[in-house]
Protein backbone atom coordinates (compact mmCIF):
# COMPACT_ATOMS: atom_id res chain seq x y z
CA UNK A 1 0.00 0.00 0.00
CA UNK A 2 1.15 3.18 -1.05
CA UNK A 3 0.68 6.45 1.10
CA UNK A 4 -0.59 8.44 -2.11
CA UNK A 5 -4.04 5.89 -2.40
CA UNK A 6 -4.60 5.90 0.99
CA UNK A 7 -4.61 10.45 0.86
CA UNK A 8 -6.85 10.61 -2.81
CA UNK A 9 -9.36 8.46 -1.31
CA UNK A 10 -9.21 10.28 1.82
CA UNK A 11 -10.04 13.54 0.21
CA UNK A 12 -12.30 12.46 -1.92
CA UNK A 13 -14.26 10.17 0.51
CA UNK A 14 -14.15 14.02 2.57
CA UNK A 15 -15.50 16.09 -0.09
CA UNK A 16 -17.96 14.35 -1.13
CA UNK A 17 -19.15 13.73 2.88
CA UNK A 18 -18.86 17.61 3.27
CA UNK A 19 -21.14 18.06 -0.65
CA UNK A 20 -23.78 15.88 -0.13
CA UNK A 21 -24.83 14.82 3.59
CA UNK A 22 -23.41 18.33 4.88
CA UNK A 23 -26.22 19.93 2.54
CA UNK A 24 -28.59 17.62 3.33
CA UNK A 25 -28.57 17.69 6.92
CA UNK A 26 -27.88 21.47 7.39
CA UNK A 27 -30.25 22.26 4.63
CA UNK A 28 -33.27 19.25 5.60
CA UNK A 29 -32.56 18.09 8.97
CA UNK A 30 -31.39 21.52 10.80
CA UNK A 31 -33.53 23.79 8.19
CA UNK A 32 -31.19 26.74 8.59
CA UNK A 33 -33.29 29.72 8.00
CA UNK A 34 -31.18 33.29 7.56
CA UNK A 35 -34.62 35.50 8.35
CA UNK A 36 -33.54 34.84 12.08
CA UNK A 37 -31.22 36.91 13.90
CA UNK A 38 -27.68 34.72 14.78
CA UNK A 39 -26.69 35.43 18.73
CA UNK A 40 -23.75 37.00 17.34
CA UNK A 41 -26.31 39.86 15.78
CA UNK A 42 -29.10 39.91 18.90
CA UNK A 43 -26.86 40.05 21.65
CA UNK A 44 -24.30 41.90 19.94
CA UNK A 45 -21.96 43.39 23.05
CA UNK A 46 -18.44 43.64 21.55
CA UNK A 47 -16.50 41.46 23.88
CA UNK A 48 -18.33 37.78 23.59
CA UNK A 49 -20.93 38.09 21.22
CA UNK A 50 -19.50 39.39 18.15
CA UNK A 51 -20.51 39.10 14.15
CA UNK A 52 -17.64 37.49 12.99
CA UNK A 53 -16.26 36.57 8.93
CA UNK A 54 -16.76 33.21 8.32
CA UNK A 55 -13.48 32.08 7.71
CA UNK A 56 -12.20 33.68 11.07
CA UNK A 57 -14.85 31.93 12.63
CA UNK A 58 -13.87 28.57 11.11
CA UNK A 59 -10.14 29.72 12.06
CA UNK A 60 -10.80 30.15 15.62
CA UNK A 61 -13.14 27.19 15.81
CA UNK A 62 -10.50 24.58 13.47
CA UNK A 63 -7.93 26.09 15.75
CA UNK A 64 -9.90 25.59 19.15
CA UNK A 65 -10.86 21.95 18.00
CA UNK A 66 -7.70 20.88 16.61
CA UNK A 67 -5.61 20.15 19.64
CA UNK A 68 -3.61 16.80 20.46
CA UNK A 69 -6.33 14.51 19.45
CA UNK A 70 -5.86 14.14 15.83
CA UNK A 71 -2.17 14.55 15.73
CA UNK A 72 -1.27 11.96 18.57
CA UNK A 73 -4.83 9.45 18.45
CA UNK A 74 -3.65 7.82 15.16
CA UNK A 75 -0.14 7.78 15.66
CA UNK A 76 -0.73 5.86 18.57
CA UNK A 77 -3.80 3.80 17.24
CA UNK A 78 -1.53 3.09 14.37
CA UNK A 79 0.05 -0.32 16.84
CA UNK A 80 -3.15 -1.90 15.38
CA UNK A 81 -1.88 -1.26 11.70
CA UNK A 82 -3.37 1.37 9.52
CA UNK A 83 -6.61 0.14 8.29
CA UNK A 84 -8.58 0.83 11.57
CA UNK A 85 -7.55 4.03 12.01
CA UNK A 86 -8.32 5.27 8.65
CA UNK A 87 -11.85 3.35 8.68
CA UNK A 88 -12.59 4.82 11.82
CA UNK A 89 -11.26 8.57 11.07
CA UNK A 90 -13.50 8.61 7.93
CA UNK A 91 -16.62 7.02 8.96
CA UNK A 92 -16.41 8.28 12.50
CA UNK A 93 -16.13 11.78 11.21
CA UNK A 94 -18.73 12.11 8.42
CA UNK A 95 -21.16 9.99 9.66
CA UNK A 96 -20.71 11.24 13.46
CA UNK A 97 -18.12 13.68 14.39
CA UNK A 98 -19.51 16.65 11.84
CA UNK A 99 -23.20 16.39 12.74
CA UNK A 100 -22.22 15.89 16.37
CA UNK A 101 -19.90 19.34 16.05
CA UNK A 102 -22.79 20.71 13.51
CA UNK A 103 -26.02 19.94 15.49
CA UNK A 104 -24.54 21.42 19.11
CA UNK A 105 -23.59 24.65 17.53
CA UNK A 106 -26.76 24.42 16.17
CA UNK A 107 -28.82 23.96 19.36
CA UNK A 108 -26.66 26.48 21.64
CA UNK A 109 -27.31 29.54 18.98
CA UNK A 110 -31.47 28.26 18.90
CA UNK A 111 -30.59 28.70 22.69
CA UNK A 112 -28.48 32.48 22.60
CA UNK A 113 -25.34 30.40 22.68
CA UNK A 114 -25.86 29.10 26.14
CA UNK A 115 -23.32 26.09 26.97
CA UNK A 116 -24.28 22.20 26.63
CA UNK A 117 -25.37 22.27 30.15
CA UNK A 118 -27.88 25.46 30.23
CA UNK A 119 -28.74 23.57 27.03
CA UNK A 120 -29.43 20.64 28.35
CA UNK A 121 -31.44 21.81 31.02
CA UNK A 122 -33.85 23.67 28.99
CA UNK A 123 -34.09 20.79 26.56
CA UNK A 124 -33.97 17.78 28.91
CA UNK A 125 -34.72 19.10 32.45
CA UNK A 126 -32.92 20.07 35.79
CA UNK A 127 -31.69 16.59 36.32
CA UNK A 128 -29.73 16.38 32.75
CA UNK A 129 -28.82 19.58 32.84
CA UNK A 130 -26.71 19.34 36.34
CA UNK A 131 -25.61 16.27 35.23
CA UNK A 132 -24.30 17.57 32.00
CA UNK A 133 -22.60 20.51 33.44
CA UNK A 134 -21.25 18.62 36.17
CA UNK A 135 -19.44 16.01 33.33
CA UNK A 136 -18.24 19.13 31.92
CA UNK A 137 -16.54 20.78 34.26
CA UNK A 138 -14.77 17.94 35.86
CA UNK A 139 -13.87 16.79 31.85
CA UNK A 140 -12.76 20.47 30.63
CA UNK A 141 -10.29 20.45 34.04
CA UNK A 142 -8.85 17.56 33.05
CA UNK A 143 -8.55 18.11 29.28
CA UNK A 144 -6.21 21.83 30.14
CA UNK A 145 -4.51 20.24 32.45
CA UNK A 146 -3.19 17.67 30.62
CA UNK A 147 -3.16 19.18 26.90
CA UNK A 148 -1.01 21.55 29.14
CA UNK A 149 1.24 18.72 30.14
CA UNK A 150 1.87 17.89 26.68
CA UNK A 151 3.33 21.57 25.67
CA UNK A 152 5.38 21.89 29.12
CA UNK A 153 7.23 18.47 27.46
CA UNK A 154 7.48 20.74 23.97
CA UNK A 155 8.99 24.41 25.43
CA UNK A 156 10.92 23.39 28.58
CA UNK A 157 14.45 24.72 28.48
CA UNK A 158 13.52 25.19 24.33
CA UNK A 159 13.99 28.94 24.28
CA UNK A 160 13.37 28.88 20.01
CA UNK A 161 9.74 26.77 21.19
CA UNK A 162 8.78 29.31 23.36
CA UNK A 163 9.95 32.54 21.43
CA UNK A 164 7.83 31.03 18.72
CA UNK A 165 4.48 30.51 20.53
CA UNK A 166 5.13 33.61 22.58
CA UNK A 167 5.56 35.98 19.71
CA UNK A 168 1.68 34.95 18.25
CA UNK A 169 -0.14 36.74 20.99
CA UNK A 170 0.83 40.35 20.23
CA UNK A 171 0.87 39.47 16.40
CA UNK A 172 -3.04 38.49 17.27
CA UNK A 173 -3.59 41.33 19.54
CA UNK A 174 -1.68 43.28 16.66
CA UNK A 175 -4.13 41.69 13.64
CA UNK A 176 -7.62 42.19 16.23
CA UNK A 177 -6.87 45.74 16.47
CA UNK A 178 -6.12 46.43 12.38
CA UNK A 179 -9.16 43.99 11.73
CA UNK A 180 -11.68 45.83 13.79
CA UNK A 181 -10.46 49.55 12.91
CA UNK A 182 -10.33 48.91 8.77
CA UNK A 183 -12.67 45.71 8.62
CA UNK A 184 -10.01 44.86 5.93
CA UNK A 185 -9.86 40.90 6.27
CA UNK A 186 -7.39 39.98 3.42
CA UNK A 187 -4.77 42.74 4.28
CA UNK A 188 -4.94 42.00 8.17
CA UNK A 189 -4.64 38.61 7.27
CA UNK A 190 -1.71 38.84 4.97
CA UNK A 191 0.48 40.89 7.53
CA UNK A 192 -0.01 38.38 10.59
CA UNK A 193 0.93 35.92 8.60
CA UNK A 194 3.94 37.22 7.48
CA UNK A 195 4.86 38.33 10.61
CA UNK A 196 3.89 34.55 12.04
CA UNK A 197 6.45 33.14 9.65
CA UNK A 198 9.39 35.60 10.61
CA UNK A 199 8.12 34.82 14.46
CA UNK A 200 8.75 31.15 13.67
CA UNK A 201 12.46 31.42 11.32
CA UNK A 202 13.77 33.91 13.71
CA UNK A 203 13.26 31.36 16.56
CA UNK A 204 16.89 29.62 16.25
CA UNK A 205 18.62 32.60 16.06
CA UNK A 206 18.00 33.82 19.71
CA UNK A 207 19.13 30.39 21.39
CA UNK A 208 22.43 31.25 22.93
CA UNK A 209 21.55 34.84 23.39
CA UNK A 210 20.23 36.87 26.44
CA UNK A 211 16.30 36.52 24.81
CA UNK A 212 17.23 33.00 24.58
CA UNK A 213 18.36 32.50 28.04
CA UNK A 214 15.36 34.90 29.64
CA UNK A 215 13.02 32.59 27.50
CA UNK A 216 14.50 29.16 28.58
CA UNK A 217 12.06 28.05 31.45
CA UNK A 218 11.85 25.01 33.75
CA UNK A 219 8.83 22.87 34.19
CA UNK A 220 7.07 24.88 37.07
CA UNK A 221 7.95 28.53 35.56
CA UNK A 222 6.22 27.24 32.43
CA UNK A 223 3.23 25.96 34.70
CA UNK A 224 2.50 29.12 36.03
CA UNK A 225 2.92 31.20 32.63
CA UNK A 226 0.27 29.10 30.93
CA UNK A 227 -2.56 29.70 33.40
CA UNK A 228 -1.91 33.24 33.35
CA UNK A 229 -1.96 33.27 29.29
CA UNK A 230 -5.19 31.40 29.41
CA UNK A 231 -6.66 34.27 32.18
CA UNK A 232 -6.24 36.56 29.60
CA UNK A 233 -7.06 34.64 26.56
CA UNK A 234 -10.70 33.84 28.48
CA UNK A 235 -11.26 37.26 30.31
CA UNK A 236 -10.38 39.96 27.25
CA UNK A 237 -12.49 40.30 24.47
CA UNK A 238 -13.00 37.71 21.94
CA UNK A 239 -12.25 39.83 18.98
CA UNK A 240 -8.85 41.48 20.46
CA UNK A 241 -6.87 38.00 21.22
CA UNK A 242 -8.54 34.81 21.20
CA UNK A 243 -10.16 34.80 17.50
CA UNK A 244 -7.02 36.16 15.57
CA UNK A 245 -4.39 33.94 17.37
CA UNK A 246 -6.86 31.02 16.69
CA UNK A 247 -7.46 31.99 13.26
CA UNK A 248 -3.30 32.67 12.31
CA UNK A 249 -2.63 29.39 14.11
CA UNK A 250 -5.07 27.53 11.55
CA UNK A 251 -2.68 29.06 8.64
CA UNK A 252 0.36 27.32 10.47
CA UNK A 253 -1.28 24.24 11.04
CA UNK A 254 -3.51 23.71 7.85
CA UNK A 255 -0.19 25.16 6.12
CA UNK A 256 1.84 22.18 7.45
CA UNK A 257 -0.45 20.03 6.78
CA UNK A 258 -0.95 20.99 3.19
CA UNK A 259 2.58 20.53 2.76
CA UNK A 260 2.79 17.45 3.90
CA UNK A 261 0.10 16.25 1.43
CA UNK A 262 2.50 17.83 -0.94
CA UNK A 263 5.24 16.12 -0.22
CA UNK A 264 3.52 12.27 -0.06
CA UNK A 265 2.64 13.65 -3.63
CA UNK A 266 6.16 14.46 -4.69
CA UNK A 267 7.85 11.21 -2.70
CA UNK A 268 4.46 8.64 -2.18
CA UNK A 269 5.99 6.79 1.16
CA UNK A 270 5.25 3.10 1.07
CA UNK A 271 3.36 2.45 3.89
CA UNK A 272 5.17 0.29 5.86
CA UNK A 273 2.64 -1.17 8.57
CA UNK A 274 -0.01 -3.67 7.11
CA UNK A 275 -3.92 -3.35 7.59
CA UNK A 276 -3.85 -5.18 10.92
CA UNK A 277 -1.07 -5.87 13.67
CA UNK A 278 -1.16 -8.97 15.57
CA UNK A 279 -2.30 -6.13 18.65
CA UNK A 280 -6.04 -6.43 17.21
CA UNK A 281 -6.91 -8.69 19.95
CA UNK A 282 -4.75 -6.71 22.85
CA UNK A 283 -1.95 -6.81 24.78
CA UNK A 284 0.00 -4.08 22.74
CA UNK A 285 2.69 -1.94 24.36
CA UNK A 286 1.06 1.41 23.30
CA UNK A 287 -2.76 0.74 23.91
CA UNK A 288 -3.53 -2.41 26.45
CA UNK A 289 -6.70 -3.07 24.91
CA UNK A 290 -8.20 -4.67 21.84
CA UNK A 291 -9.18 -2.99 18.50
CA UNK A 292 -12.34 -2.67 19.63
CA UNK A 293 -13.77 -0.50 21.69
CA UNK A 294 -10.25 1.47 22.04
CA UNK A 295 -9.13 2.83 17.96
CA UNK A 296 -12.59 4.56 18.92
CA UNK A 297 -11.61 5.70 22.28
CA UNK A 298 -7.54 6.43 21.09
CA UNK A 299 -8.61 8.87 18.33
CA UNK A 300 -11.21 10.84 19.21
CA UNK A 301 -10.35 14.51 17.91
CA UNK A 302 -10.52 13.56 14.00
CA UNK A 303 -13.07 11.01 14.14
CA UNK A 304 -15.59 12.48 17.02
CA UNK A 305 -14.78 14.06 20.09
CA UNK A 306 -16.67 15.52 22.85
CA UNK A 307 -14.16 18.13 23.58
CA UNK A 308 -15.89 19.76 20.14
CA UNK A 309 -18.84 20.21 22.30
CA UNK A 310 -17.34 22.90 24.51
CA UNK A 311 -16.25 25.14 21.90
CA UNK A 312 -19.65 24.27 19.64
CA UNK A 313 -21.47 25.49 22.74
CA UNK A 314 -18.74 28.09 24.33
CA UNK A 315 -17.43 30.93 21.95
CA UNK A 316 -18.12 29.81 18.70
CA UNK A 317 -21.90 30.05 18.69
CA UNK A 318 -21.40 33.69 20.02
CA UNK A 319 -19.58 34.51 16.75
CA UNK A 320 -21.46 33.15 13.76
CA UNK A 321 -22.59 36.08 11.36
CA UNK A 322 -25.08 34.37 9.54
CA UNK A 323 -26.91 30.39 10.21
CA UNK A 324 -25.23 29.46 6.89
CA UNK A 325 -22.14 29.52 8.45
CA UNK A 326 -22.48 26.34 10.26
CA UNK A 327 -22.01 24.06 7.43
CA UNK A 328 -18.43 25.73 7.25
CA UNK A 329 -18.02 26.00 10.83
CA UNK A 330 -19.00 23.23 12.41
CA UNK A 331 -19.06 20.68 9.73
CA UNK A 332 -16.75 21.76 7.39
CA UNK A 333 -13.99 21.64 10.44
CA UNK A 334 -14.59 18.47 11.47
CA UNK A 335 -13.44 17.15 7.99
CA UNK A 336 -10.45 19.18 7.91
CA UNK A 337 -9.55 17.67 11.30
CA UNK A 338 -10.20 13.90 9.98
CA UNK A 339 -7.77 15.12 7.01
CA UNK A 340 -5.20 16.25 9.59
CA UNK A 341 -5.77 12.77 11.49
CA UNK A 342 -5.57 10.61 8.06
CA UNK A 343 -2.17 12.28 7.42
CA UNK A 344 -1.20 12.10 11.01
CA UNK A 345 -1.96 8.19 10.71
CA UNK A 346 0.29 8.33 7.56
CA UNK A 347 3.23 9.70 8.67
CA UNK A 348 3.49 6.94 11.39
CA UNK A 349 3.04 4.13 9.33
CA UNK A 350 5.29 5.61 6.80
CA UNK A 351 7.88 4.19 10.01
CA UNK A 352 9.13 0.87 9.69
CA UNK A 353 6.72 -1.08 12.93
CA UNK A 354 10.32 -2.22 14.54
CA UNK A 355 11.13 1.92 14.08
CA UNK A 356 7.88 3.05 15.62
CA UNK A 357 7.55 0.94 18.38
CA UNK A 358 11.28 1.43 19.50
CA UNK A 359 10.21 5.39 19.63
CA UNK A 360 6.84 4.67 21.20
CA UNK A 361 7.03 2.01 23.54
CA UNK A 362 9.52 2.29 26.82
CA UNK A 363 13.57 0.16 26.35
CA UNK A 364 12.37 -2.15 28.52
CA UNK A 365 8.80 -3.45 27.07
CA UNK A 366 10.69 -3.02 23.46
CA UNK A 367 13.05 -5.39 24.33
CA UNK A 368 10.19 -8.08 24.68
CA UNK A 369 8.63 -7.48 21.76
CA UNK A 370 11.13 -8.98 19.73
CA UNK A 371 11.68 -6.44 17.29
CA UNK A 372 14.83 -4.81 15.90
CA UNK A 373 14.83 -1.37 14.97
CA UNK A 374 15.63 -0.72 11.16
CA UNK A 375 16.19 2.98 10.63
CA UNK A 376 16.12 4.73 13.81
CA UNK A 377 20.25 5.05 14.60
CA UNK A 378 20.77 6.72 11.01
CA UNK A 379 16.97 8.67 12.10
CA UNK A 380 18.35 10.11 14.65
CA UNK A 381 21.63 10.86 13.70
CA UNK A 382 20.29 13.30 10.68
CA UNK A 383 17.65 14.56 13.39
CA UNK A 384 20.35 14.82 15.77
CA UNK A 385 18.98 13.62 18.70
CA UNK A 386 18.39 10.31 20.17
CA UNK A 387 14.87 8.88 19.58
CA UNK A 388 14.69 6.01 21.35
CA UNK A 389 11.84 5.59 23.81
CA UNK A 390 10.56 9.27 23.26
CA UNK A 391 6.42 7.73 23.98
CA UNK A 392 3.26 9.75 23.70
CA UNK A 393 2.90 10.01 19.54
CA UNK A 394 4.24 13.31 19.51
CA UNK A 395 7.53 12.42 18.58
CA UNK A 396 7.13 9.51 16.57
CA UNK A 397 4.61 11.89 14.51
CA UNK A 398 7.48 14.64 14.25
CA UNK A 399 10.11 11.54 13.05
CA UNK A 400 7.39 10.16 10.26
CA UNK A 401 6.76 13.47 8.62
CA UNK A 402 10.43 14.56 8.68
CA UNK A 403 10.95 10.92 7.17
CA UNK A 404 8.33 11.79 4.52
CA UNK A 405 10.25 14.73 3.58
CA UNK A 406 13.69 13.29 3.15
CA UNK A 407 12.61 11.56 0.26
CA UNK A 408 13.15 15.14 -1.41
CA UNK A 409 16.93 15.64 -2.09
CA UNK A 410 17.46 18.96 -1.41
CA UNK A 411 15.59 18.73 2.10
CA UNK A 412 18.05 16.42 3.79
CA UNK A 413 20.15 19.33 5.10
CA UNK A 414 17.16 21.07 6.38
CA UNK A 415 15.58 17.57 8.54
CA UNK A 416 16.84 18.86 12.01
CA UNK A 417 15.24 22.18 11.88
CA UNK A 418 12.24 21.03 10.23
CA UNK A 419 12.10 18.49 13.20
CA UNK A 420 11.93 20.91 15.58
CA UNK A 421 9.64 23.27 13.77
CA UNK A 422 7.03 20.53 13.68
CA UNK A 423 7.24 19.65 17.26
CA UNK A 424 6.87 23.64 18.07
CA UNK A 425 3.76 23.22 15.33
CA UNK A 426 2.67 20.47 17.66
CA UNK A 427 2.82 22.93 20.84
CA UNK A 428 0.85 26.25 19.34
CA UNK A 429 -1.41 23.20 17.86
CA UNK A 430 -2.33 22.88 21.46
CA UNK A 431 -2.38 25.76 22.73
CA UNK A 432 -4.97 27.23 20.38
CA UNK A 433 -7.39 24.52 22.36
CA UNK A 434 -5.98 25.57 25.48
CA UNK A 435 -6.96 29.11 25.62
CA UNK A 436 -10.05 28.57 23.85
CA UNK A 437 -11.12 25.74 26.34
CA UNK A 438 -10.22 28.07 29.09
CA UNK A 439 -12.85 30.69 28.00
CA UNK A 440 -15.54 27.62 27.90
CA UNK A 441 -14.39 26.54 31.48
CA UNK A 442 -15.49 30.18 32.29
CA UNK A 443 -18.90 30.23 30.46
CA UNK A 444 -19.41 26.63 32.83
CA UNK A 445 -18.61 28.62 35.70
CA UNK A 446 -20.54 31.58 35.31
CA UNK A 447 -23.37 28.97 34.29
CA UNK A 448 -23.21 26.63 37.80
CA UNK A 449 -22.41 29.51 40.11
CA UNK A 450 -24.80 31.94 38.58
CA UNK A 451 -27.79 29.90 39.89
CA UNK A 452 -27.02 31.13 43.48
CA UNK A 453 -25.87 34.60 42.74
CA UNK A 454 -27.49 35.88 39.00
CA UNK A 455 -24.96 38.48 38.06
CA UNK A 456 -22.56 36.09 36.80
CA UNK A 457 -24.36 34.55 34.12
CA UNK A 458 -24.05 37.83 32.30
CA UNK A 459 -21.22 37.33 30.21
CA UNK A 460 -21.09 41.19 30.10
CA UNK A 461 -20.30 41.88 33.32
CA UNK A 462 -16.77 42.34 33.50
CA UNK A 463 -16.41 41.28 37.32
CA UNK A 464 -17.87 37.94 36.90
CA UNK A 465 -15.80 37.40 34.08
CA UNK A 466 -12.57 38.01 35.77
CA UNK A 467 -13.74 35.63 38.76
CA UNK A 468 -15.06 32.65 36.50
CA UNK A 469 -11.90 33.02 34.15
CA UNK A 470 -9.49 32.94 37.43
CA UNK A 471 -11.31 30.10 38.68
CA UNK A 472 -10.61 27.97 35.98
CA UNK A 473 -7.32 29.13 35.61
CA UNK A 474 -6.53 27.93 39.40
CA UNK A 475 -8.66 24.55 38.98
CA UNK A 476 -6.53 23.58 35.97
CA UNK A 477 -3.25 25.37 36.77
CA UNK A 478 -2.97 23.33 40.30
CA UNK A 479 -3.67 20.59 38.81
CA UNK A 480 -0.70 21.53 36.14
CA UNK A 481 1.83 22.84 38.72
CA UNK A 482 1.35 19.71 41.14
CA UNK A 483 1.82 17.46 39.17
CA UNK A 484 -1.81 15.51 39.82
CA UNK A 485 -3.04 15.37 36.50
CA UNK A 486 -1.00 12.07 35.58
CA UNK A 487 -2.54 9.73 37.54
CA UNK A 488 -6.07 10.30 36.24
CA UNK A 489 -5.14 11.17 32.48
CA UNK A 490 -6.12 8.27 31.03
CA UNK A 491 -9.58 8.69 32.48
CA UNK A 492 -10.09 11.60 29.70
CA UNK A 493 -10.51 9.00 26.72
CA UNK A 494 -13.37 7.17 27.98
CA UNK A 495 -14.96 10.48 29.36
CA UNK A 496 -14.23 12.66 26.26
CA UNK A 497 -16.19 10.23 23.90
CA UNK A 498 -18.78 10.22 26.75
CA UNK A 499 -19.15 14.05 25.93
CA UNK A 500 -19.40 13.07 22.55
CA UNK A 501 -22.50 10.79 23.37
CA UNK A 502 -23.82 13.68 25.40
CA UNK A 503 -23.82 16.22 22.55
CA UNK A 504 -25.74 13.65 20.39
CA UNK A 505 -27.97 12.93 22.64
CA UNK A 506 -28.90 16.50 22.31
CA UNK A 507 -28.72 16.61 18.60
CA UNK A 508 -31.38 13.69 18.98
CA UNK A 509 -33.48 15.91 21.26
CA UNK A 510 -33.84 18.84 19.15
CA UNK A 511 -34.20 17.06 15.78
CA UNK A 512 -37.14 15.30 17.15
CA UNK A 513 -38.43 18.69 18.52
CA UNK A 514 -38.00 20.58 15.59
CA UNK A 515 -37.45 18.64 12.03
CA UNK A 516 -40.12 18.20 9.46
CA UNK A 517 -39.95 14.42 9.11
CA UNK A 518 -39.12 12.38 12.12
CA UNK A 519 -37.01 9.92 10.33
CA UNK A 520 -34.19 12.43 10.64
CA UNK A 521 -33.30 11.86 13.83
CA UNK A 522 -31.50 9.20 13.22
CA UNK A 523 -28.71 11.00 12.19
CA UNK A 524 -27.96 11.66 15.56
CA UNK A 525 -29.42 8.16 16.80
CA UNK A 526 -27.32 5.96 14.66
CA UNK A 527 -23.78 7.17 15.70
CA UNK A 528 -24.78 7.20 19.17
CA UNK A 529 -25.51 4.22 19.63
CA UNK A 530 -22.25 3.34 18.55
CA UNK A 531 -20.29 5.70 20.60
CA UNK A 532 -22.77 5.20 23.56
CA UNK A 533 -22.07 1.10 23.42
CA UNK A 534 -18.58 1.74 22.83
CA UNK A 535 -17.93 4.11 25.54
CA UNK A 536 -19.44 1.88 28.22
CA UNK A 537 -17.63 -1.24 26.59
CA UNK A 538 -13.78 0.47 27.20
CA UNK A 539 -14.70 2.28 30.62
CA UNK A 540 -15.76 -1.26 31.98
CA UNK A 541 -12.96 -2.59 30.30
CA UNK A 542 -10.26 -0.30 32.45
CA UNK A 543 -11.99 -0.89 34.79
CA UNK A 544 -11.95 -4.64 35.74
CA UNK A 545 -8.68 -4.75 33.57
CA UNK A 546 -6.56 -1.68 35.02
CA UNK A 547 -7.74 0.62 37.95
CA UNK A 548 -9.24 -2.19 39.89
CA UNK A 549 -6.49 -4.59 38.83
CA UNK A 550 -3.58 -4.58 41.54
CA UNK A 551 -1.17 -6.67 38.94
CA UNK A 552 -1.88 -3.47 36.14
CA UNK A 553 0.75 -1.36 35.87
CA UNK A 554 -2.06 1.80 35.58
CA UNK A 555 -4.09 0.03 38.93
CA UNK A 556 -6.13 3.35 40.84
CA UNK A 557 -8.67 2.49 42.56
CA UNK A 558 -9.77 6.21 42.81
CA UNK A 559 -9.70 6.32 38.75
CA UNK A 560 -11.79 3.37 39.01
CA UNK A 561 -14.46 5.31 41.15
CA UNK A 562 -14.18 8.18 38.84
CA UNK A 563 -14.77 6.39 35.93
CA UNK A 564 -17.93 4.76 37.69
CA UNK A 565 -18.94 8.19 38.46
CA UNK A 566 -18.68 8.78 34.76
CA UNK A 567 -20.57 6.41 32.98
CA UNK A 568 -23.77 6.38 35.98
CA UNK A 569 -23.75 10.46 34.60
CA UNK A 570 -23.69 8.96 31.32
CA UNK A 571 -26.76 6.71 32.14
CA UNK A 572 -28.44 9.65 34.07
CA UNK A 573 -28.56 11.56 31.34
CA UNK A 574 -29.17 8.91 28.60
CA UNK A 575 -32.69 7.71 30.64
CA UNK A 576 -33.92 10.88 30.63
CA UNK A 577 -33.41 11.17 27.51
CA UNK A 578 -35.25 8.34 25.92
CA UNK A 579 -37.86 9.21 28.15
CA UNK A 580 -38.48 12.27 26.63
CA UNK A 581 -38.09 11.13 22.94
CA UNK A 582 -40.60 8.85 23.70
CA UNK A 583 -43.22 11.78 24.67
CA UNK A 584 -42.01 13.42 21.57
CA UNK A 585 -42.53 10.66 19.48
CA UNK A 586 -46.11 10.37 21.51
CA UNK A 587 -47.28 13.68 20.28
CA UNK A 588 -49.80 14.91 17.78
CA UNK A 589 -47.31 16.94 16.27
CA UNK A 590 -46.19 13.97 13.25
CA UNK A 591 -48.94 12.29 11.26
CA UNK A 592 -47.66 9.96 8.84
CA UNK A 593 -44.17 10.48 10.06
CA UNK A 594 -44.03 14.17 8.67
CA UNK A 595 -44.26 17.46 10.87
CA UNK A 596 -47.40 19.36 11.16
CA UNK A 597 -46.83 22.03 13.91
CA UNK A 598 -44.05 23.36 15.64
CA UNK A 599 -42.68 22.57 18.82
Not at 113 to 125: A, F, P, R
Not at 359 to 372: C, D, F, H, K, R
Not at 558 to 586: D, F, H, P, Q, Y
Request: charged share 10%.
Amino acid sequence: MNALSIVIGAICVLIIGYRLYGYFFTKKVLRLNEKELTPAHELNDGKDYVPTNKWVAFGHHFAAIAAAGPLVGPVLAAQFGYLPGLLWLLIGAVIGGAVHDAVVLFASMRRKGKSLSEVMKEELGPVAGFCTGLAMLFIITITMAGLSMVVLGALERNPWGTFAVAITIPIAMLVGIAYKKTGNLLVTSAVGFILLLIGVFVGPMIQGTALGDFLTFDRQTLAIILPAYAFFAAALPVWFLLAPRDYLSSFMKIGVFIALIIGVFIVNPVIQFPAVTEFVNGGGPIIAGPVWPFVSITIACGAISGFHAFIGSGTTPKMLNRWEDIRVVGFGAMLVESLVGVMALVAATSLLPGDYFAINASPAVYATLGMEPTNLASLSQTIGMDLEGRTGGAVSLAVGMTQIFIGIPWFSGMASFFYQFVIMFEAVFILTAIDAGTRVARYLIQDFLGDAYKPLKRTDWLPGNIFASAVACLMWGYLLYSGEIGPIWALFGVSNQLMASIGLVLGATVILKMASKRIYVLTCIIPLIYLYITVNVAGVWMIMNVYWNSAAGGYSILNGILSVIMLILGLVIVVTAVRKWIELWNSPRFVNGKAVGAV
